[in-house]
């Protein structure tokens, strides 16, 4: 069974405009990670941020976690068309670290 | 330097007939991963390996699922009998060790069954 759920599905927005994709889970865990996907095939890992942690930054991205509301986001700054792609997050749990259990995914499409 | 590789790229079959799907994951990683993914939709844990052994198996959808792993390297998924609700994407990952890693992605098989 999925352990988080995305929002929104989709997502369309014209190049320079932000994104921001939302995730929410089930159970307490120890790390959330957000891992992008282009034209169905491998994944692609973007940023993992701790259960201890509120907020993370990687180039344009930038990641919250909220563990008392167990959601999470994804802001893509200043988007380009080559951000195309699907974004998904996936978590461990606290009492199984060994797995991950991913989201349903935002598909993003960005216009030039 | 090669990454996560899987084999085939893609494969049709027929229904009732058995397919072998391979991963080959980066050198050292311990872990390693199957899912599955439908069009459209999310991942879908199969089974992962620590080393040789598969502490969980528990994704597995059926008994006509299995997969193995040799030498803490290659790895193997077999679908007994395929149904044409086994048609997807079957991805494979690997990491070094498993709790809290960044797990890297194969490019996947597309498996068609007709």
């Known amino acids: 069974s999925q352990q988080g759920e995305e929002d929104p599905q989709a997502l369309s927005i014209q190049e320079g405009e932000n994104a921001t994709m939302n995730c929410s889970y089930k159970?307490?865990?120890?790390?959330l990670q957000w891992y992008r996907q282009n034209s169905g095939r491998g994944l692609v890992h973007l940023i993992l941020i701790r259960s201890n942690e509120r907020e993370k930054h990687s180039g344009r991205l930038r990641v919250t976690l909220d563990t008392s509301k167990k959601s999470s986001s994804l802001l893509i700054t200043a988007s380009r068309a080559a951000d195309t792609a699907s974004y998904f997050c996936a978590t461990d749990a606290k009492h199984n670290t060994d797995k991950l259990i991913f989201g349903t995914g935002t598909r993003l499409q960005v216009f030039p | 330097g090669a990454g996560v590789s899987q084999s085939p790229s893609n494969k049709v079959t027929e229904k009732g007939k058995d397919v072998e799907l391979r991963c080959d994951p980066i050198?050292?990683?311990?872990?390693l991963y199957w899912y599955r993914q439908s069009l459209g939709q999310g991942l879908e844990f199969l089974i992962y390996f620590q080393g040789n052994s598969a502490p969980d198996k528990s994704g597995l959808p059926s008994d006509r699922f299995s997969a193995e792993r040799t030498g803490g390297s290659v790895s193997t998924l077999t679908i007994q009998r395929t149904q044409q609700e086994d048609s997807a994407v079957y991805l494979c990952?690997?990491?070094?060790?498993?709790?809290?890693?960044?797990?890297?992605f194969g490019p996947g098989t597309r498996l068609t069954v007709t």
């Open positions: 159970t307490s865990i120890n790390n």
């Open positions: 050198s050292g990683h311990t872990a």
């Open positions: 990952a690997s990491s070094f060790g498993t709790s809290g890693r960044e797990q890297y």
